[in-house]
């Protein structure tokens, strides 16, 4: 079954703009919008599209609408994007967004994060108990190379969810499950994947710059 919008244009067709049904001149905030309302859309749990896609057709849906996001709301990136449809002749110059101001974007961050409350400091404290005295915990940071399986089996260790992480650092779950299986399809834009990989090991109370360089030595990233 192939996804039909109001551009009548099938999915896989069309170009980000359509994708995210915005005009090529929308302003930042309402990229944000369409992207969370497209996500909420495509999401596992919704009754909306359930009926109508397998899960493969979903997923594929799911991906096209992230990789449309990271590409517009990064200012370079849309910059670079929107060239390549003039070129192409399918954007007039004129129809672009002026970005005036020079405040950088966050890009996942629809809501406040509880990150820095007392509850979540308390927890930290906890974490860093549980590192301190866990031997497994010891035994995996004291690695040069860390795969996905590894950082799950942290996770793990540490009693923290995928849900719990994806609620407090606005990361799409499917994107955290791609890290702990190094499902490369699913990664996005290497400067993203670092940016969630860091939102993930902070999460846990771990270092960041020793975890990641494992990570992505790994992946032969590094």
């Known amino acids: 079954m192939i996804l039909q919008t109001r551009t009548m244009k099938p999915f896989t067709e069309q170009n980000y703009y359509e994708v995210l049904?915005?005009?090529?001149?929308?302003?930042?905030?309402?990229i944000r919008l369409a992207y969370k309302k497209s996500f909420e859309l495509y999401q596992e749990n919704s009754i909306a599209s359930?009926?109508?896609?397998?899960?493969?057709e979903r997923q594929e849906i799911?991906?096209?609408?992230?990789?449309?996001?990271?590409t517009l709301i990064n200012p370079e990136t849309r910059k670079e994007y929107d060239q390549s449809l003039i070129a192409s002749g399918l954007l007039e110059e004129e129809r672009t967004f002026r970005d005036r101001t020079k405040k950088p974007i966050a890009i996942y961050n629809f809501q406040k994060t509880l990150l820095d409350s007392p509850a979540a400091a308390r927890?930290?404290?906890?974490?860093?108990?549980?590192?301190?005295?866990?031997?497994v915990i010891r035994d995996l940071l004291a690695r040069d190379i860390l795969g996905g399986s590894d950082l799950q089996k942290l996770r793990t260790v540490l009693d923290v969810t995928l849900e719990a992480i994806a609620e407090k650092t606005n990361i799409r779950i499917d994107i955290l499950r791609a890290i702990e299986t190094e499902n490369?399809?699913?990664?996005p834009p290497l400067v993203y994947l670092k940016g969630f990989l860091r939102s993930y090991i902070r999460y846990l109370g771990l270092d960041e710059r020793v975890v990641l360089d494992a990570y992505l030595k790994k992946l032969g990233l590094h």
Request: net charge negative; aromatic share 12%.
């Open 21 to 30: 049904e915005v005009s090529p001149d929308e302003l930042p905030l309402g």
């Open 50 to 56: 359930y009926s109508f896609f397998s899960e493969e």
């Open 62 to 70: 799911l991906s096209r609408i992230e990789q449309a996001y990271l």
């Open 123 to 135: 927890r930290s404290g906890e974490l860093k108990l549980r590192i301190e005295q866990n031997p």
């Open 184 to 187: 490369l399809d699913l990664f």
